[in-house]
């Protein structure tokens, strides 16, 4: 069976991808699942989304502990702790196919892995065209797989974008024409693993949640702009902080790059979270120039307020 994971965010077409891939392996007569995993359901938070593909009945569920493949649409989820486990479980037979503007070895040396790692020659920058990433990552797997053909991939894309106008579905199509011809020295890469025995596998790492008694269920808001009464930042993990001494004042950056705009500008220039409704998607971390801006755990910053 092979194990795929698409890893990205919000807005890059991971889901999409991971139903492009899975179509056409049905095409080409395999059994499939394939299924998305969202934290916040929005633009910019990290998302992953999972094919696996048989020759026969799939028996596993849930999440994908040790992936054949992993495609990673963003690099900035690598080094994040909220990026959605992107290297859990890779081992010595993963490949690791990044979309990026650095080359392989430069990655090979960061993450010291046994495993190939590679680097999509086709990079995406354009902001508004970063929705098509999606199909550079499809096309991609689908040649490093070597039992997917271009004709099953190309069919998938038409039935997966049929509701989409037809300059976005050539567009797409393009794209993941490019990626499978870049990949082609690779094909076949990616090693089929076995199904695991369902009687040795792990039990999951459950959370339990005590029950909590209400007399009255919660009330629906209809009212128009009310957002800003949504307390968003209860949904936070982890908090980015900024150090003053470190901030370059560039508040613009972070600022801007912020998919949820609660990041502001102070009297001194220097930006101010508004924690209410961050979400913690980290974005800011990530394309902070001077790392003036890290991330601590929620619980933590909050056992430190209150001893504050």
């Not at 990616?190 to 919660?218: H, N």
Request: proline share 6%; glycine share 10%; net charge negative.
């Amino acid at each position: 069976m092979y194990r795929i994971r698409f890893h990205g965010r919000g807005g890059q077409g991971m889901k999409t991808a991971s139903r492009v891939l899975g179509s056409a392996f049905f095409a080409d007569g395999f059994e499939v699942q394939d299924a998305p995993r969202y934290g916040a359901e929005r633009r910019g938070a990290p998302l992953f989304a999972t094919v696996r593909a048989a020759h026969g009945p799939i028996r596993e569920r849930g999440p994908m502990l040790r992936p054949d493949l992993v495609i990673v649409a963003d690099d900035t989820l690598v080094p994040t702790a909220a990026g959605g486990g992107v290297l859990g479980g890779i081992a010595e037979h993963t490949v690791l196919l990044l979309h990026s503007a650095l080359d392989a070895e430069t990655w090979r040396e960061r993450l010291q892995l046994a495993g190939p790692v590679f680097v999509l020659p086709l990079h995406v920058e354009e902001p508004a065209e970063l929705h098509f990433v999606g199909a550079l990552c499809a096309g991609a797997a689908a040649r490093l797989v070597g039992n997917v053909s271009l004709a099953a991939l190309e069919g998938a894309i038409r039935e997966e974008l049929a509701d989409l106008p037809a300059e976005v579905r050539e567009t797409n199509l393009e794209l993941a024409r490019e990626a499978w011809q870049a990949m082609a020295e690779h094909q076949g890469c990616v090693i089929e693993s076995k199904q695991e025995d369902l009687a040795d596998a792990e039990a999951p790492d459950w959370i339990e949640l005590p029950f909590e008694a209400a007399a009255v269920s919660a009330p629906a808001i209809h009212g128009a702009l009310t957002s800003v009464q949504v307390r968003t930042g209860l949904w936070r993990t982890l908090r980015p902080v900024l150090d003053r001494e470190r901030c370059n004042r560039c508040h613009w950056l972070c600022g801007t790059q912020c998919p949820d705009g609660v990041i502001s500008p102070d009297a001194e220039g220097f930006p101010v979270i508004d924690y209410e409704h961050c979400k913690g998607c980290l974005v800011c971390v990530a394309v902070c120039p001077r790392h003036a801006i890290g991330s601590t755990p929620e619980a933590q910053a909050l056992a430190e307020e209150a001893a504050s």
